[in-house]
């Protein structure tokens, strides 16, 4: 039994291990990397193994950088089970279809500027007036959009046909999505399943987001067992919603030949869990008083609910001024609703707090969703104060984009930061920018952030709440291995960018373990005990 590290390798994107036997090839999740748009448009679209030969997938969660290449496995071949927990299955019934849905977009907005710069070229060529250069530029974007702003994909597709120009193709599309979906086998934890001839898997809480899990494969071999555990991502310890990591595994499950595990703030400390809350009521109050906004970029599948489970809260107690609170993401409504249909996996907090008192956690009367895109523009426009939770995470995409646009340059407004932002991000520039300005005391012309084509004034506060995260930090992290019960032979780390790894795995062993951090492609042999 071996193990070859592909994706989420000294980078945090883009998990892709395989889990080979003398039988079976066994890949642990598929994920899309995420980041610059033409580095990852390459290695998105390569798959490093044959998916006519994977005989199943455990998937740890469903986040797009462990799921989101799911749909080009099965379009290339593969017809096996993918194998995750119930909640994780109900999720990525959005979650594919609306990663589908991006990777259409953005293959039409790239074929749009192919077509529209190959238009102005040839119209160049015939006009040497800068005024005529400029109103055929105007009349070329009319002739490419239909309805004043939608791309016209029929008169695109014929100027990239006619010129012979290459044409950038969607990584999957909705059909793959849906494909990809009848494949999915959702379980509860702590239930064994078999996943390949004398391989099996057992699901425990890994209290990152709700369904997610670790791990434990197991495979029997003459008169041998080989055990590899996969944390996925681990979570944190006393946070709302979600159940702690599991520590408490049974004896067959304790002896770990290799533990897989992630390393997204190796060598970090995160906020105290505790404080985020009252973090959270002062950066509103705060923006309240200087009648401004609080613009939330927010990972729909999460950290949206974990807000408003927080905001619902501070509301009912009432610490907080009565303003509107908004999700503008038809994708964190749309899991927001899968939350609510999964209590069977809340903590005994959520239970007390709101399922005894006959509430929802997730909705309270200050609360919207925004549905419609007239709505939504619309509050864009809004400088009344209020909180906004918008997708995406990282400020990548979406229509957080567009309320940055319409509030950064705002001083009385908050760019609130409570989550991960990855190099090479919107949202990393901003974070780093803002942070930089603050800590300088706002003095001088603010900084200038480059988005959709324009440059805008970062004028808007930018705080980050590390309280938030959905990873565990470096101590967390040590916590779970010295408080489980595992017995742990040898740790492959993982889901780290290069220096976190490598500092975590340093921490690691000078804790008594034996640490390696595995790059891209190392195959590293899985040592068994007699059974």
């Keep these: 039994m071996h193990i070859t590290f592909y994706g989420a390798v000294r980078e945090v994107t883009g998990s892709f291990h395989v889990v080979a036997t003398d039988e079976d090839n066994l890949v642990l999740d598929c994920g899309l990397f995420q980041g610059r748009r033409k580095q990852t448009a390459e290695k998105n679209r390569i798959l490093p193994i044959d998916p006519a030969i994977v005989t199943n997938v455990i998937l740890s969660h469903a986040h797009i950088d462990h799921s989101g290449r799911l749909p080009l496995l099965t379009r290339n071949g593969f017809s096996g089970r993918i194998i995750c927990t119930r909640v994780t299955r109900d999720a990525c019934n959005y979650l594919l279809p609306d990663a589908a849905h991006i990777q259409q977009s953005d293959a039409n907005y790239l074929n749009y500027k192919t077509a529209r710069a190959a238009l102005h070229k040839m119209e160049n060529t015939h006009n040497h007036s800068k005024r005529g250069k400029k109103r055929k530029s105007r009349k070329t974007k009319i002739a490419l959009k239909t309805e004043g702003h939608k791309l016209d994909l029929e008169a695109i597709d014929k100027v990239i046909s006619s010129l012979r120009l290459e044409k950038v193709e969607p990584l999957y599309t909705a059909a793959d999505a849906a494909d990809a979906l009848e494949l999915f086998d959702g379980l509860p934890y702590r239930t064994t399943v078999t996943v390949g001839e004398n391989l099996t898997c057992t699901f425990y809480e890994a ?6 899990a670790i791990s434990i494969i197991q495979y029997q071999q003459n008169g041998q067992t080989y055990t590899i555990g996969y944390t996925g991502d681990l979570g944190r310890f006393t946070k709302p919603i979600l159940r702690d990591p599991a520590l408490d595994f049974p004896p067959e499950h304790r002896k770990i030949d290799l533990l897989i595990m992630e390393s997204t703030y ?7 869990v505790g404080d985020m809350r009252a973090k959270l009521k002062q950066v509103v109050a705060d923006t309240y008083q200087r009648g401004g906004c609080v613009v939330i970029p927010a990972f729909a599948y999460g950290r949206t609910q974990e807000l408003l489970y927080v905001l619902h809260d501070l509301f009912d107690n009432g610490e907080l001024p009565r303003i509107p609170v908004y999700v503008d993401s038809p994708l964190a409504t749309n899991i927001t609703r899968v939350f609510g249909e999964h209590p069977e996996v809340y903590d005994q907090e959520t239970h007390q707090t709101f399922l005894e008192k006959g509430k929802n956690p997730f909705r309270f009367d200050r609360l919207h969703f925004v549905e419609s895109v007239e709505e ?7 400088t009344r104060p209020h909180i906004v939770l918008s997708a995406s995470g990282m400020c990548e995409a979406g229509r957080i984009l567009h309320h940055l646009r319409y509030k950064i340059h705002d001083e009385r407004n908050t760019i ?6 990855a190099n090479h991000t919107l949202g990393r520039r901003i974070l780093e920018l803002g942070t930089k300005w603050e800590e300088e005391g706002r003095k001088g012309k603010p900084p200038l952030v480059r988005f959709l084509n324009k440059e805008y004034p970062l ?7 590390g309280g938030f995260s959905a990873h565990g930090d470096k101590d967390e992290m040590l916590r779970f291995l010295k408080e489980s019960n595992l017995e742990i032979s040898k740790l492959a780390v993982v889901h780290g960018e290069e220096e976190q790894s490598l500092a975590f795995a ?3 062993n000078q804790n008594g373990y034996q640490a390696m951090v595995p790059r891209y492609g190392q195959t590293i042999p899985v040592t068994g005990r007699k059974a």
């Design 376 to 382: 939504s523009m619309a509050l864009m426009r809004d």
């Design 266 to 272: 190796g060598n970090r400390s995160h906020e105290p």
């Design 459 to 465: 004028n808007a506060h930018v705080i980050q709440i």
């Design 207 to 212: 209290g990152h987001i709700l369904g997610s």
């Design 416 to 421: 609130l930061i409570v989550g991960y932002m």
């Design 506 to 508: 340093r921490l690691l």
